[in-house]
């Protein structure tokens, strides 16, 4: 299958955890870091420039940079695969498997018609769906895969860019292919460095405003202690 997989570091070299689980993966960092980096892991590094700077730039440039059909991006943070589709969570941190388990998941979502395919956002079993173990309307992240270049980014964004790329997929497909059953879990906006370094809490309030003002109603934010939850409502 014509699939790349890269991980998106955006924090600092030694904190990156998605590697155990991509080995294969090539992870991008700034060209300023690569020799940090190359201390820490032992995945294929090719950096992108030091000027780019926020998520919906960094995205584009990936897409751009590798030419392979289906692009599966990570973020830095993912710690495991958990199996939810069933009474009690099973944790996977075999990369064979995980590797199936995406590669299997583009298969469908491609044989579907979707051009943005991912899994499901919350790992806690309580909340899960047995009659619902695929969607087709929801947010992805963390793990999201791309199929084709037609798609792209909001580059003036920093931040919260995948619940705006998902909406506009949906605008157009009608479709993102969501694999309900699985999830990976991440240690979410406790890494150091990357965003970090250059948030501030008024553009990011200015960057919501934006995406509520767009998308109304069909996009949820709520506030938590750890920061913002985005979900997207949208029928089928």
Known sequence: MNIKTIIISR???DTIVSDKLF???VITCPESQVEDYRKTVENEIIPHPDYIIGLGLLRNWVMEKFKEEIIV????????LSIIGRAYRRVIETPEIIQEVVENTAVCAKDMGARVFGFNQCWDTRKYQANKPFLFNKLVGGVIGIIGKDLTFDATKKYKVDGDFCLESLRKDRIIW?????????IRN????????????????????ELRKKWGRYLVIKEKPTGE???IKVKR
């Open 11 to 13: 924090s600092r070299f």
């Open 23 to 25: 080995p294969n993966a």
């Open 73 to 80: 991006m990570v973020d830095d943070d993912v710690v495991n």
């Open 229 to 231: 939850s985005f979900s």
């Open 178 to 186: 969501t694999d309900s059953r699985y999830s990976f879990e991440q």
């Open 190 to 209: 406790r890494n150091k460095g990357g965003n970090s370094l250059f948030r501030t809490f008024e553009e990011r309030k200015k960057e919501i405003d």
